[in-house]
């Protein structure tokens, strides 16, 4: 065994022969992430606004939909009225009784709660 050392501080390091550096793969690695985070981000924009525009469709709809919403409450209001004067007239009236017999009327155990709605009774079967 030789007591010289396998290195020498005084040479360059040896470089790659073949000329290949890893700076182009790296390099187009880079590109790929930054263009899949900026189609990541314009989806993001895109998404945003689609929503704050569904936001504000959906104010809307509730802005028409509002007076639907009253006037439905003031004919439920009136209907059950009706229902409560015909129930009382039932007990009078056979005209009523029958209208009341027929369609099932009926006043749940609370007064103050709103009447049930008259639902029509089972249809009957035809006279043979």
């Known amino acids: ?14 470089s790659n022969s073949d000329g290949l550096s890893l700076h182009l793969p790296f390099a187009l690695l880079s590109a790929a992430i ?6 990541q981000t314009v ?3 895109k998404a945003r606004t689609q929503l704050r525009d569904g936001k504000a469709q ?3 709809a509730y802005r028409n ?4 919403v009253k006037s439905s ?5 009136k209907l059950q009225a009706i229902v409560l004067d015909l129930l009382l007239l039932a007990k009078t009236d056979e005209d009523a009784k029958k209208i009341v ?10 007064p103050g709660a709103p009447a049930p709605e008259a639902a ?7 006279a043979k």
Request: hydrophobic residues 40%; without cysteine; charged residues 15%.
């Open 65 to 68: 939909r509002e007076p639907l």
């Open 1 to 14: 065994m030789s007591t010289e050392p396998d290195y020498n501080f005084n040479q360059p390091a040896s």
């Open 34 to 39: 930054a263009v899949i985070l900026v189609a």
């Open 73 to 77: 409450a003031e004919i439920q209001q």
């Open 101 to 110: 017999g027929k369609y099932n009327i009926q006043q749940t155990g609370n």
């Open 120 to 126: 029509p009774a089972p249809a009957a079967e035809p």
């Open 43 to 45: 989806n993001i924009f």
């Open 58 to 60: 959906l104010a809307d």
